[in-house]
């Protein structure tokens, strides 16, 4: 599974290092921050149309009316808003929409008007931009970390038909088998065991345990405790885990 494997490759800490914004990112927002200082600098008439056409292809169609080119002005800074602040999935799409956008409005501009070099060129940028956000892992880990991660920790798979589902589900939502809070409780212990699980998603299991079943959980986790301390695959972070879990109960 994809997502598991996204998680195990990154431990929590390398995901945060992982999620910073490196050259192609940075370009990219230099190319929203270049694009929207023209559509401003064309729109109180410190550039000409004719000096910046070349340079900027979607203004270079001659947009006339102003309201399009401060509505096009707003979209290139907030891409560059989106990429700072919210790190949701969400988020991503919205930059992805706007990218798509972007390459669409650009091939049927040639449709109607002359293909230039500097068209073609826009056209190009922006598909590039399109596949770059499609398939950059880190990206993928910016904007869906999160939400992986706690998709997989109150992921529980059914006693009853093996299929996956959500810790919260009263019922299987596939078999309809019952899920007690006993069987909840036996099937993240066993998950929390699990070495096939990467360490980030048993870590959130451990912390799920105790703050669901809290005291109930207690003897669970000492005793997992104690093993980890004396084995030696033992993992500093599933410890540290078990022992977060002890203190606060
Ligand atoms: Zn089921």
Redesign the pocket.
């Known amino acids: 599974m994809k997502v598991l494997k996204l998680l195990e490759d990154f431990p929590q800490r390398e995901a945060l290092k992982a999620s910073e914004l490196k050259f192609l990112e940075w370009l990219f927002i230099i190319f929203q921050l270049t694009a929207f200082v023209l559509i401003v600098g064309l729109l109180s008439s410190v550039f000409s149309i004719e000096l910046i056409a070349p340079i900027l292809d979607l203004v270079s169609q001659n947009i006339s009316s102003p309201l399009i080119l401060i509505f096009l002005a707003v979209l290139h800074f907030a891409v560059i808003l989106l990429l700072f602040s919210l790190s949701k999935p969400f988020t991503f799409y919205a930059l992805l929409i706007f990218v798509g956008a972007m390459v669409l409005f650009s091939i049927l501009k040639l449709f109607f008007l002359e293909p230039t070099g500097y068209k073609i060129a826009g056209i190009l940028i922006y598909s590039f931009c399109f596949l770059y956000f499609m398939t950059s892992r880190r990206l993928k880990v910016r904007f869906f970390y999160k939400k992986f991660l706690e998709d997989a920790t109150k992921t529980i798979i059914?006693p009853?038909?093996?299929?996956e589902?959500h810790l919260d589900f009263e019922n299987?939502a596939?078999?309809?088998?019952l899920l007690s809070a006993d069987a909840k409780f036996e099937i993240l212990k066993k998950q929390i065991l699990d070495i096939d699980y990467p360490i980030v998603v048993r870590v959130g299991k451990i912390t799920l345990l105790a703050d669901t079943f809290g005291k109930k959980a207690l003897p669970f986790l000492k005793e997992q405790y104690d093993k980890q301390l004396v084995s030696p695959y033992r993992n500093i972070d599933i410890v540290a885990a078990f022992l977060k879990a002890i203190k606060d109960n």
């Open positions: 059914c009853g038909c093996g299929q589902v299987c596939s078999c309809g088998k």
